[in-house]
């Protein structure tokens, strides 16, 4: 008993020490804009009751904006901003910043306080980050260039952190060398002695945390006389240009002769030697050409008169013909080998039909006693087949 009552006369007399309250935060945070920022608070000890929480925030111009105030939110940021817990902080007392804009970008002061307890200040700042698409200035816009002039273009980056400037032709990145050159801080580029391969789109990019972005393109409008080529298709010779401005007059001249304007700028090879062609392309800037030897690729058939038949035709007839003269000589062969084996005499006679046909020859060959018949030769082949051939005729038959 008398230890108890020692130890509560003792705390009567000697206050019970509380730890304080530390509080602490990142002193800089960055991003990006339109992104959620959440911004840290923290305190110690964690289970520290009672305590207040205040969110102020101050520009360039120390206007002072008071965030939250006693844990609560104020009614012109609730759509915006809340704190990080709202009912057991827990140690924790950030502030969350939906869609953090350009101008949330300030100093932040966080304060927690405890009854008879004041924490000291703490400052953060918010480091709000973007990029926004660049522009592009040139001196060639406004003007037209010609072969060896020189350009400088300027590109003007807007972004935080400041961007890295890259420069794009056609949206190929640019290699920098002695003919194209950067200033310090790559926002200018300087082309010195343009040539017609830069007749091109220039444009720049802007790279930051943030994001890249291009600028829009200008063009650079170089002109120059037409650079010719010829291309050869068969019998067909195409003159082909780049010109700028565009070339309105494109002639060909064959050997020695004349130059012929060409509408379409295609010639026709239509002799079977090769010759020597030209091309001429004519624009504002000058004349260009290109010259070659070309040989016809293949020789055009001359026109020859109809006969009124096809090849084939004819030649069917002269093979009928042929054949049908064939058929009539084999005919003819055969009707005299019958001729001459008696296919066609008369059946054999008997001795006394044999004998009776000479009485009435010899009969026959007497004179007549007119005298009419007398010295008349009836024919000892009376009786017998003849055969004529005209092989004429027959020919001439079988044209028709």
């Not at 102020?56 to 915006?80: G, H, M």
């Not at 990080?84 to 100093?107: C, H, P, T, W, Y």
């Not at 001196?139 to 420069?167: E, F, Y």
């Not at 026109?303 to 084939?312: M, V």
Request: charged share 20%; with cysteine; aromatic share 8%.
């Amino acid at each position: 008993m008398r230890v108890i009552l020692y130890l509560y006369i003792i705390s009567i007399f000697i206050p019970v020490v509380v730890q304080s309250l530390e509080v602490t935060t990142d002193g800089k945070e960055e991003f990006a804009e339109g992104s959620e920022a959440l911004l840290t608070c923290k305190y110690t000890p964690t289970d520290a009751l009672g305590v207040d929480i205040t969110w102020t925030r101050a520009n360039a111009s120390d206007n002072i904006q008071n965030l939250v105030v006693r844990n609560i939110v104020q009614d012109e940021y609730k759509a915006r901003m809340e704190l990080e817990v709202s009912s057991n902080f827990q140690g924790k007392a950030g502030l969350r910043i939906f869609k953090v804009r350009r101008e949330d970008a300030m100093f932040y002061y966080c304060d927690i306080f405890r009854e008879n307890d004041n924490s000291p200040t703490k400052v953060t700042t918010l480091d709000v980050q973007w990029n926004y698409k660049p522009k592009i200035t040139s001196d060639a816009s406004k003007q037209t260039l010609q072969v060896g002039d020189n350009v400088t273009a300027t590109c003007i980056p807007n972004g935080h952190p400041t961007p890295v400037v890259s420069w794009l032709m056609d949206n190929q990145t640019i290699q920098i060398d002695e003919r194209f050159t950067i200033n310090e801080n790559t926002s200018s580029l300087h082309i010195a002695g343009v040539t017609r391969e830069d007749h091109a789109l220039l444009s720049c990019s802007t790279q930051n945390a943030v994001n890249v972005l291009t600028s829009d393109q200008i063009e650079l409008d170089i002109q120059y006389e037409p650079k010719v080529y010829l291309n050869q298709s068969d019998n067909f010779i195409q003159c082909v240009s780049q010109a700028n401005p565009v070339a309105y007059l494109t002639e060909f001249q064959i050997d020695d002769a004349e130059p012929e304007k060409s509408s379409n700028g295609v010639y026709e090879l239509t002799g079977s030697e090769c010759v020597n062609i030209t091309c001429f392309v004519t624009n504002t800037m000058g004349i260009g050409n290109a010259s070659d030897i070309v040989c016809p690729f293949y020789i055009p058939p001359t026109y020859q008169p109809s006969t009124g038949l096809g090849g084939g035709a004819i030649a069917g007839i002269v093979i009928g013909c042929l054949v049908l003269v064939g058929a009539v000589v084999i005919l003819v062969l055969i009707l005299l080998v019958q001729h001459k084996s008696g296919t066609y005499e008369e059946p054999k006679k008997s001795k006394w039909e044999f004998a009776q046909d000479n009485d009435d020859m010899y009969e026959n060959q007497k004179p007549s006693s007119t005298g009419a018949g007398a010295g008349t030769d009836t024919g000892s082949d009376a009786g017998k087949t003849t055969i004529k051939l005209n092989t004429e005729e027959i020919f001439y038959c079988c044209i028709c």
